[in-house]
């Protein structure tokens, strides 16, 4: 009897062990069915993306250009916004020549894809390199960087031209430029144009215009194309104002993400910066000094941001409040408008010159810089709005290529910004949303970080000199975030936060080993980073 019901109960295990097995291969089965029709393909990750953070989005430039007509493309690596800002300007040039052009952040593209140029017919590929710090690629161009430097990339179907972007006091001068031109050549490309050098330290603007000048002379020898003048005033955007719109809608200065600083997610970028509050701000300097240098600290606690001595903080600033008003009276808008500014390419890849809905006023506040002399593409687009005659000739022939001394002399020695040439020229009317699309964006401003997080973890420091003199006309003039700093005196009645983050410098770094001695020169406000150096060896 006993072996009998051994018997069953091994019978019936079986039998459940079997039917378990039968379950298992079936859902085994139609899952791999399954995988097999959602099958992912991950692209592999290299070590320096990992590094960076920078990760291919994919998109093939090459389609780009073919989907939208364009024969040429025009790539910046851009910290500051200048290459970029040079970029704009030498697609709109291109129009003169009846080229169809397109800027491109190397950023947003698979730079695998530059292979494949040979299917643009007579394609013209410009690179305009900016040099960062100790002569690195600008964070936008970390990608590209890396692609060339790999000596098995092949790109002997390229046709490109080179602008450098630099400062002649820093010992690697256009290292980026230099680099781009030598690297390509070695790669198979085909130079169309000499490499051109600009010294932001000299006349940026000058260097530009002189390289373009030679650039076009080469292209128009190489594909037979002639300049006209009949495209002059193409507009890149159009211009849509707002009724009824919800505020939750409508960009309020944030630089990337609608409702960030309401709503602060990490990490924290460009795009993305981390409204830190302002909790000391003193100056250094006695009362009779003729000098002010503010010691800035900026709690960071919240944010978990990490940094080393040798780093950056990099802040956005706003412009003066007093200079957005007389604006706005001088060309009787109306600042709390919404508006959008829409590309009118339905292919370019940048919609906006700057977030989109927003206001005339926070525009002018936050996102165009109405303070730095205009450039001479800026005063040729915006002389066509002179009633005067005589206004509007002088301001084509010093935007002209005859009459660069007169701008040197005009508007940079005396550093004339938008509103003054709005002032000193009294005809000049130009509609409020060309003079956006024109002016440049207001970049953030990179200053030393000047403490140690072994010391203080919590927060940031920042040694920062006054900006303020009289020009050579007796204006007065002062830096737009140093001069926006000083008014930010933190009380128990008056917090202030203001939008950072944080830029790695990995080639400026104390010795690793702490007993290295180490001599450092720091004239002036160049001591700031290494007060946080001497933080960090003493702590």
């Known amino acids: 009897m006993l072996m009998m019901q051994l018997r069953r109960a091994c019978s019936t295990r079986l039998t459940l062990c079997f039917c378990a097995l039968r379950c298992g291969l079936i859902v085994f089965f ?47 690596g851009s910290q500051t916004g200048t290459a970029e800002e040079f970029a704009t300007r030498l697609c709109k040039e291109a129009r003169y020549y009846g080229i ?37 690629p600008t964070d936008n161009a970390l990608q590209f960087h890396e692609f060339i430097k790999n000596e098995d990339t092949d790109l002997n179907s390229l046709n490109y031209a080179v602008f450098g972007l630099g400062n002649s006091t820093y010992e690697y001068y256009n290292k980026m430029g230099k680099d781009t031109d030598i690297l390509l050549e070695k790669r198979g490309a085909t130079r169309l144009s000499e490499l051109g050098l600009g010294d932001d330290d000299g006349n940026i603007e000058d260097d530009y215009m002189n390289w373009r000048e030679a650039f076009w002379a080469d292209i128009c020898k190489r594909y037979g194309v002639v300049k006209s003048e009949d495209n002059l005033h193409i507009r890149n955007y159009k211009l849509f104002e707002h009724e009824n719109i919800h505020t939750s809608k409508i960009f309020k200065g944030e630089m990337g993400y609608l409702g960030s600083y309401g709503n602060q997610k990490p990490p924290y970028d460009t795009k993305n910066p981390f409204m830190a509050e302002l909790t000391v701000n003193y100056n250094l300097c006695s009362e009779d000094s003729d000098r002010v240098v503010f010691h800035c600290e900026v709690d960071v ?102 009459g660069k001394n007169q701008y040197n002399d005009w508007v940079m020695k005396d550093q004339r910004h938008i509103l003054q040439i709005l002032e000193d020229c009294p005809s000049l009317q130009p509609p409020i ?28 420091h920042v040694c920062a000199a006054l900006v303020r003199y009289k020009t050579r006309d007796g204006r007065p003039a002062e830096g737009v975030c140093t001069s926006w700093l000083e008014k930010m005196i933190p009380a128990e009645t008056d917090q202030f936060k203001i939008p950072v983050f944080v830029r790695r410098n990995q080639k400026f770094r104390l010795p690793r080993r702490a007993t290295v001695p180490i001599i450092m020169v720091g004239p002036g406000t160049g001591l700031a980073p290494f007060r946080g150096f001497i933080q960090h060896r003493a702590a």
Do not use: W
């Not at 052009?101 to 017919?121: F, R």
């Open 433 to 460: 949303d060309h003079l956006l699309e024109l002016l440049p964006r207001l970049q953030a401003r990179y200053y030393s970080i000047a403490s140690s997080p072994k010391i203080h973890a919590r927060s940031i």
């Open 100 to 136: 169809s052009a397109m800027s491109a952040d190397p950023i947003e593209y698979d730079v695998e894809t530059l292979k494949e140029l040979k299917d643009v017919e007579d394609h013209i590929s410009v690179f305009l390199m900016a040099t960062y710090g100790e002569g690195e």
């Open 301 to 402: 606690s919240k944010a978990r941001i990490k940094y080393e001595p040798g780093d950056h903080i990099a802040i956005y600033p706003e412009n003066k409040t007093s200079l957005v008003e007389q604006i706005g009276n001088r060309l009787s808008i109306d600042l709390d408008q919404v508006i959008s500014l829409d590309c009118i390419d339905e292919f370019s890849s940048k919609k906006n010159p700057f977030p989109c809905p927003t206001t005339f006023r926070t525009a002018l506040t936050h996102y165009v810089d109405i303070c730095t002399p205009p450039r001479t593409n800026v005063i040729k687009d915006l002389a066509q709005y002179a009633s005067d005659e005589n206004d509007k000739a002088f301001l084509l022939k010093i935007s002209s290529s005859e």
């Open 30 to 76: 139609f899952y791999k069915k399954y995988q097999e029709s959602t099958t992912v393909t991950i692209k592999p990750i290299s070590l320096q993306q990992l590094k960076t953070g920078i990760i291919e989005s994919g998109l093939d430039v090459v389609k780009r250009m073919t989907d939208s007509s364009k024969r040429m493309v025009v790539f910046y």
